[in-house]
């Protein structure tokens, strides 16, 4: 569960608030969609719920989670992973990854993990895939 009380992040080059007196909770399993414009704080929101530090903002506001694991994956890939396949991806070099976790919330997300081990590279993904396979943990 995550709990948001009163969060307020402002930018501080020009003072401006991107997120102003947020305060919600975030049940385990719940999904929740952040919308908004380009340049409006969501991908700073999610990085402050990762306990980030984000020197170019002031956070007000208390955020508190009992996850055991957070991830956050940035909107633009590097050039030498949008050219993996999913399956180098997941299965090449990755002594960190707990294989257990990862089917778990597969299953969990509803994601088929035949696709782990696909040959597609991750860069022809459209952006909305290529996030959702990023489940790398």
């Known amino acids: 569960m995550i709990k948001i009380n009163h969060l307020t992040i402002t930018q501080n080059k020009d003072l401006r608030d991107l997120v102003s007196n947020l305060t919600m909770t975030i049940q385990d399993g719940e999904k929740v969609a952040i919308i908004g414009e380009e340049g409006n704080g969501k991908s700073t929101l999610l990085r402050a719920l990762m306990g980030e530090a984000l020197p170019d903002f002031t956070i007000k506001g208390d955020i508190q989670s009992d996850c055991q694991a957070l991830a956050y994956i940035p909107q633009k890939l590097a050039g030498d992973l949008k050219k993996k396949t999913l399956h180098d991806y997941f299965f090449l070099d990755s002594a960190d990854l ?17 696709r782990f081990a696909s040959d597609q590279e991750i860069g022809s993904l ?8 990023s489940t790398h943990p």
Do not use: K, Q, T, V
Not at 98 to 114: G, M, N, P, V
Not at 126 to 133: C, L, T, V
């Open 98 to 114: 707990d294989y257990s976790i990862l089917y778990r919330l597969a299953e969990e997300l509803h994601f088929d993990s035949d």
């Open 126 to 133: 459209s952006g909305g895939r290529s996030f959702e396979n």
